[in-house]
């Protein structure tokens, strides 16, 4: 009879432990260093601004949101959810070298795809740099 109170125990802690191991944030791996010497060569010119709002709009909007708040039509769908750009210093928080790498190469065990060039998105390398320009200027909190 203990046994079986023992084993109904754990079982009950393991499924009430479920949901909170489930809801752990995806930790984003870090770039390598010479991405994370990397500086955005361009400037937040109107036109930069501008090309990286179409790339968005086209390539990122459907997870990240329009509002960069991380939900866009098709983040409800993912199991590891998109970052939120907007979150006050999450931003900031992130080198230009960092934030490249992600665009490029993806983020492992997510459905973040590479969209560098090479990739099935094929992106430039302006365009990605344009894309952190727009994020930086619309998101930053």
């Not at 489930?22 to 501008?50: F, G, I, Q, R, W």
């Not at 769908?77 to 970052?83: D, G, I, Q, V």
């Not at 790498?101 to 060039?117: H, L, N, R, V």
């Amino acid at each position: 009879m203990k046994t079986k109170l023992l084993t109904l125990a754990v079982g009950i802690s393991i499924a009430a432990a479920l949901p909170v191991l489930a809801a752990e944030e995806h930790v984003v791996p870090t770039a390598p260093k010479d991405y994370l010497a990397m500086k955005n060569p361009l400037t937040d010119k109107k036109e930069v601004v501008e090309k990286g709002e179409k790339i968005y709009e086209k390539k990122c909007k459907k997870c990240h949101g329009e509002k960069g708040d991380g939900k866009g039509s098709g983040a409800d769908k993912l199991e590891t959810k998109p970052a939120v750009f907007i979150k006050p210093g999450y931003l900031k928080g992130r080198a230009d070298g960092q934030l490249f790498f992600i665009a490029d190469k993806g983020s492992k065990d997510t459905d973040m795809d590479p969209f560098g060039p090479g990739s099935d998105a094929n992106l430039s390398k302006d365009d990605l740099w344009s894309v952190i320009t727009y994020i930086r200027k619309a998101f930053t909190k």
